[in-house]
């Protein structure tokens, strides 16, 4: 992210203890004692545009905004370190994968929206579900399938949910979540409200034919649909230009506009999905492809590294990492020193120590829960019935 120009208004930097206080606040809250006159940086390439005017590189922010973007990136990068640690100690079980790496399309595409926009993605769903207003506690319980996990501890890592903060999964199946994401956008559009859909997929998921499918829906209908792609280049461990013979994911749709964004630039992201959110509530879908990366494997069962070198890992790590673009942006207008970034990350560490400790103290969900909060109420095994032992429920 290159600098363009500063603000006329001149930042003042932040004393250590401003910035421990700080620390403690994400997206969710305001930082009262920072300045927040406008800085204005341009992003680090151009977008490229698909049947669409790409929009302008030039991003307003504040010292507010690059502050919550950090903190809250430099918490969700802890939360996949700890997951990844908890995950070898056998404390989560099943499939789980790791967001490090793709933080900036979370939080850039937070700053862009609102609540009352939806967002729904696949499996790598642990951060999203943070910057959607979540908590440390609600996260690593459910990953560890305790009570106080925020699906009750019955759905793991792969099915978080917040639906009162517009997050709908959390969805292990490829690519099933976009056809529910142009629901949740046919609802909108019903219901006549100034809100969109953010359906997310990886590229692995890019040529199922259901996402066709519903793209053709959501055009047909002009719903405010936005196709995501998180192209992080592997689906599974396979290259992307071994799987498509087009990977250029932003034209996918043909008949659809499409743009392609820095994944690793949040304020990138944050700006191409403003510019998203406007077009699809006056024309219709729209197809992000966000470039990103994933630096662990595709799950914990996967090295990451028989397919891709540690000399390409390492590379993105030192060229292109989202946090280390927004510390860069911090300390370039001197909103805080490199001290005080250090504290933060360090406090940070400590509150998702203190949320694991927390979640392994919760309780196993209780097996009379098994059948709860999966059907709707009166169409679930009081109607069709079931085997004394709950394995199967048999249909009248």
């Known amino acids: 992210m290159a600098l363009l120009r500063r603000s006329s208004h001149v930042i003042r930097p932040l004393t250590s203890p401003t910035v421990l206080a700080a620390s403690n606040l ?12 406008p800085i204005t940086v341009e992003t680090s390439i151009p977008f490229t545009g698909h049947n669409c005017e790409p929009p302008s590189r030039s991003v307003e922010t504040s010292a507010k905004e690059l502050m919550t973007f950090f903190i809250d990136m430099a918490t ?3 939360m996949e370190i700890a997951a990844d640690s908890l995950y070898k100690a056998k404390l989560i079980r099943g499939f789980c994968h790791l967001y490090d790496g793709q933080e900036a399309v979370a939080i850039g595409m937070e700053a862009g929206i609102t609540k009352k926009d939806c967002i729904i993605t696949a499996y790598r769903d642990h951060c999203i579900y943070y910057c959607r207003g979540g908590t440390l506690l609600g996260a690593f319980a459910e990953l560890m399938g305790r009570k106080d996990g925020c699906s009750y501890g019955k ?4 099915h978080f949910y917040k639906p ?3 997050f709908y999964g959390g969805h292990g199946i490829v690519g099933a979540q976009v056809p529910l994401g142009v629901g949740l956008a046919f609802a909108q559009k019903y219901n006549k409200e100034d809100h969109v859909s ?3 997929y990886g590229d692995g998921a890019a040529n199922q034919g259901q996402l066709f499918e519903a793209l053709n829906m959501a055009a047909l209908w002009s719903l405010p649909a936005i196709f995501v792609c998180e192209n992080n280049h592997y689906g599974m461990g ?3 230009w071994r799987a498509a013979k087009s990977p250029a994911y932003y034209k996918r749709g043909d008949y659809v506009p499409g743009l392609k964004v820095d994944g690793m630039d949040a304020l990138a992201v944050k700006q191409a999905c403003m510019f998203a959110k406007e077009h699809a509530l006056k024309n219709g879908p729209l197809i992000l492809e966000m470039d990103t990366y994933r630096y662990h494997g595709h799950s914990m069962s996967d090295p990451g590294s028989t397919y891709r070198t540690r000399d390409e890992i390492s590379g993105v790590r030192q060229e292109r990492d989202p946090i280390e673009r927004v510390r860069k942006l911090i300390l370039a207008h001197d909103i805080a020193t490199e001290k005080e970034l250090k504290d933060i990350e360090k406090e940070k560490r400590k509150e998702v120590d203190d949320a694991i400790a927390q979640a392994k103290e919760s309780p196993m969900p209780d097996p009379s829960e098994l059948y709860t909060n999966v059907y709707v109420k009166g169409y679930g095994v009081e109607a069709c019935g079931a085997d004394r032992k709950g394995v199967r429920a048999v249909l009248p």
């Open 26 to 37: 994400s997206l969710r809250h305001s930082f009262s004692s920072i300045d927040d006159k």
């Open 76 to 78: 969700m990068r802890r």
């Open 155 to 158: 759905g793991g890592s792969m």
């Open 164 to 166: 009162d903060s517009g």
């Open 198 to 200: 953010f359906a997310l």
């Open 238 to 240: 396979t290259a992307e």
